[in-house]
């Protein structure tokens, strides 16, 4: 899959939004923060990475011992899109981020989160994706990364990516959770000549 600029279409209930086309069919709405958990999120948002340009923030804790390795990113994009912001203290993970999306300087920022956020702190990621788009030069999109199945309150999307069994480490089912915009629903994703693409599509998930 090759980066390309984000397709700017409607999205259903927001008239001025604009849509981050990862496949057809499947979109993340810009200027909003999504979540997305699972064994191979950060696989995930890697995907996502490779439909924007420009930087990528990926923030994650200092004391964090998962970390992306130049290996593991160049199948996806770039590791020289990269900036790591690493705050000591786990209140400034959020804050890092808010402030990053305000400025509307970076299309994607990604937080690695060890734990689920509170509302409060969703609801202001929101809040400076939004000023950012209306200020800045670009709609930002935030990425919460959190551990097993989720669960953070108040945001736009929740994405599951987990193994297929017996696949490979190159097949991947993707699972729509939850969306303000679209039906929960289900798809494998697998690696192909180095494209990500979407192999096929099962049943909607029961939530």
């Known amino acids: 899959m090759t980066p390309y600029a984000p397709n700017l279409i409607s999205s259903v209930g927001r008239p001025k939004a604009a849509l981050l086309e990862l496949w057809p069919g499947i979109s993340l709405t810009l200027a909003r923060a999504h979540e997305a958990c699972g064994q191979f999120r950060r696989s995930f948002a890697m995907m996502v990475a490779q439909n924007t340009q420009g930087p990528v923030f990926w923030v994650a804790p200092e004391w964090s011992t998962d970390r992306l390795h130049a290996e593991g990113v160049i199948p996806f ?11 000591k ?3 400034d993970i959020l804050w890092c981020v808010e402030e990053i999306l305000r400025s509307s300087a970076v299309p994607l920022v990604v937080a ?3 734990g689920l956020p509170a509302l409060t702190p969703v609801r202001r990621l929101h809040l400076a994706a939004e000023t950012g ?3 800045g030069g670009c709609a930002p999109l935030a990425l919460l990364l ?7 309150p108040g ?7 987990g193994p297929i069994p017996q696949a490979g480490m190159d097949h991947w089912q993707l699972t729509r959770i939850r969306s303000r ?7 494998h994703v697998a690696r192909h000549e180095g494209r990500y693409r979407l192999t096929s599509a099962t049943q909607p998930p029961q939530v």
Do not use: C, K, N, Q
């Not at 994009?77 to 705050?87: A, E, K, Q």
């Not at 959190?146 to 953070?152: C, V």
């Not at 915009?181 to 798809?187: D, E, F, N, Y």
């Open 181 to 187: 915009s679209a039906p929960p629903r289900r798809w």
């Open 112 to 114: 690695d989160l060890p």
């Open 155 to 161: 945001i736009e999307s929740r994405w599951h990516m």
């Open 77 to 87: 994009f770039s590791p020289g899109r990269l900036t790591f912001v690493s705050p």
């Open 89 to 91: 203290r786990a209140e």
């Open 146 to 152: 959190t551990p097993g199945t989720g669960g953070a």
């Open 133 to 135: 788009a209306r200020e």
